[in-house]
Every structure is written in structure tokens, then in C-alpha cells.
């Protein structure tokens, strides 16, 4: 018995990396997987069917079911018809695996144009295009009187949760990727569909090159905390019926480390029963960060 038996996923970017990883543990634990993957380079530019290809050969391979789907999820119409592939290739769709992406770091005063508009179209419209057409045949299927278990995993950043310098682009697609997350799991679960979100940590393309090598593969005895394939199995868990009860949540996931993270909450607060002056919370500014530095400290974690 798998823990995602008879379930349909997608998974975006499953070409490499994460993605990777993602949909050959689904696969493995029993779900029927469309791997889509645009393939190109990590700056999003190019593409290239052979990656999307080589996972869907190995979980065919592995004895799991899979087809290839090269759609841009950026694009409405190729996040529509990745959907419709899942539902014409089997019927439904039980789970998405949000996960394609590019990177583009620059810091803020350097930033192109095209650097920004790619970083977010590829991230949050992809998410978000994504989501909103199985949002759509889920509520179809609910609304129709079938009890609905569904579940979307979105692929967040501790770049965005914490605001990484240099990634003013992507950062502000992650953060909002966790904001989706919050809003779509409010509006989907009277439908039966969870939304939930990771913010992993892995050596894949996107990270060898950062980090000063802290992500670099140590001796074959010990445990390579940073394989992506360390980030499938939460994201399994999320997919399967174990995880009924989770929604709108955010978790890093890394290694063997899950943490949960809060959403944005209040720390601390100042009140009056009137209009403020701006020097009245000057002289109660300590009050509110009596517990709390009053600029950001490092990222956490690195
Ligand atoms: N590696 C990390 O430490 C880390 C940290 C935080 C978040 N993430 C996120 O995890 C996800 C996976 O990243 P990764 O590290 O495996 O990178 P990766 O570059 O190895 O994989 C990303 C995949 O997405 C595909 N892709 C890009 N744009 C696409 C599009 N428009 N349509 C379809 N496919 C597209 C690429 O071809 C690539 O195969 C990304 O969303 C990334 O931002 C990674």
C-alpha cells in the first residue's frame, strides 16, 4: 500500500532538482504523475523536453505510471491544459505539486525590468495559474456532490519568509506565494482541498553556486542533508490523506528538519483610545519592541 494510491498529481519543474525528487516518491508511494517541466536554464531561458522526459522513463521504469507534459505554467493557457492533461490522461486530479522556478538575483538598485517581471510571472502568475484551474475542476467535482480530497502544495522560500538581499524578485514571489497560500486555503476547504506550502533547502542548480559551498555533498558515510530528494516525503505526507486536517501552513523543509512556520502575527502593540500623534508613538516605541530587535537581524539558519 502507498500513501498516495490512486491519486492523479502534477508536478511542475519535475524535470530536476526538487521537482524531481517530488514526483518519483509520489510515483513510488502510488500516485499517477504528469511530470511537466519547461527545461530551461536556470535563468528561465530555452527549453528542452529531455529532463521531463529522463523522469518519466525512470518512474515508468521504477513500475509507477507517469506522462510528460512540457507546458509553460507561466502561461494561462499551458497551466489550463497541463490540468486538462491529468483529467483526460486519467480521469481527475488529486494533488498538485507547485515547484518550477528560475532565479534571477540582483540587488535592488541593479535590477532589470525583465528581471523583475520573469521572476514573478514564472513564480506567482505560475502558482497562481496553476492553482486556480484545478481549483476550478475541484470545486466542479464538489459542487456535483463528491466528497473532494484535495490537496496543493506551493513552493515557497525562506528567502521570501525572511527577505534574502540580492533577491528583491524573487523574495517578493515567495512571499506571496505564502500569502496565495493562506488566502486559497480559506477559500478552498469548504471544497474538500487543502493548500499548503514548504520553503526547502536543497543542492540543486539553483543553489551549488551559493552559500560558500555549505550546500556541498559530504563523505559517502554521512547524511547529505542538502539532496533534494530530502524535500519529497513532507511533500508526500502533504499530498496523502494523512494530512486531512493540515491546511494553510508553511514549513521549511530541509535534511531531516521539518519546522513549522507562523504566518505573519502580532508581536506587540500600543493602543489608545484616540487619533495618534506621530510623536506620542515616538515616546511608546519602546513599549512595542521591548522584546524585539528594531532592525532585521541575519537570515536565519545561514
Ligand atoms: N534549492 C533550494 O534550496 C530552494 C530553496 C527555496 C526554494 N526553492 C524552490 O524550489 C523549487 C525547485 O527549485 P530547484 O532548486 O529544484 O531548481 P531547479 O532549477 O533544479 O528546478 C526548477 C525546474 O523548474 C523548471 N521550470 C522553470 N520555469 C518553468 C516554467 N515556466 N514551466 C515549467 N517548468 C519550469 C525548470 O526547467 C527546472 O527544471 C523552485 O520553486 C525554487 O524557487 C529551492
Redesign the pocket.
Known amino acids: 500500500m502507498g500513501m498516495v494510491d490512486g491519486k492523479v498529481a502534477i508536478v ?10 517530488e514526483a518519483m516518491l509520489l510515483a513510488s508511494e502510488g500516485a499517477k504523475v504528469v511530470v ?7 535563468a ?1 531561458a530555452g ?2 523536453k529531455h ?2 522526459q529522463q523522469t518519466v522513463e525512470d518512474i515508468n521504469a521504477a513500475g509507477g505510471e507517469a506522462v510528460l507534459n ?6 494561462w493557457q ?1 497551466a489550463r491544459s497541463l490540468v486538462e492533461q491529468a483529467v483526460d490522461t486519467w480521469g481527475k486530479l488529486d494533488v498538485l505539486v ?6 534571477r538575483d540582483k540587488m535592488s538598485f541593479n535590477i532589470e525590468e525583465s528581471d523583475w517581471d520573469d521572476v514573478i ?3 506567482l502568475k ?1 502558482h497562481f495559474a496553476m492553482a486556480r484551474h484545478a481549483a476550478a475542476h475541484w470545486r466542479e467535482r464538489s459542487k456535483a456532490g463528491e466528497q473532494v480530497k484535495a490537496s496543493i502544495i506551493n ?6 519568509i525572511y527577505g534574502n538581499p540580492g533577491q528583491a524578485n ?1 523574495a517578493a514571489a ?1 512571499a506571496g ?1 505564502a500569502s496565495l497560500t493562506w488566502v486559497m486555503a480559506r477559500e478552498l476547504q469548504r471544497y474538500g482541498v487543502r493548500v499548503n506550502a ?10 551549488e553556486n ?1 552559500f560558500g559551498g555549505a ?1 556541498s555533498a559530504p563523505d559517502e558515510a554521512q547524511f547529505d542533508a ?1 539532496a ?1 530528494d530530502n ?1 519529497a516525503p513532507m511533500v508526500t505526507f502533504l499530498a496523502s490523506d494523512d494530512s486531512l486536517d493540515i491546511s494553510g501552513q508553511v514549513f521549511v523543509v ?1 535534511g531531516g528538519e521539518v519546522q513549522l512556520i507562523s504566518g505573519m502575527s502580532p508581536l506587540a502593540s500600543i493602543s489608545q483610545p484616540s487619533k495618534w500623534s506621530p510623536s506620542e508613538i515616538a515616546a511608546r516605541k519602546g513599549e512595542l519592541f521591548a522584546n524585539h530587535p528594531t532592525m532585521l537581524p541575519g537570515m536565519p539558519g545561514f
Do not use: C, Q, W
Open positions: 511542475t519543474g519535475a524535470g530536476r532538482g526538487i521537482g524531481r525528487g511537466n517541466d519547461l527545461g530551461g536554464d536556470v528561465g527549453g528542452d529532463p521531463a512540457a507546458d509553460d505554467i507561466s502561461s499551458g507547485n515547484n518550477a522556478g528560475i532565479l510571472r514564472v513564480h505560475g513552493t515557497s522560500s525562506e528567502s521570501g524573487y515567495k506565494i514548504i520553503a526547502p533547502r536543497a543542492r540543486t542548480r539553483m543553489t551559493l550546500m542538502y533534494p524535500v530541509f
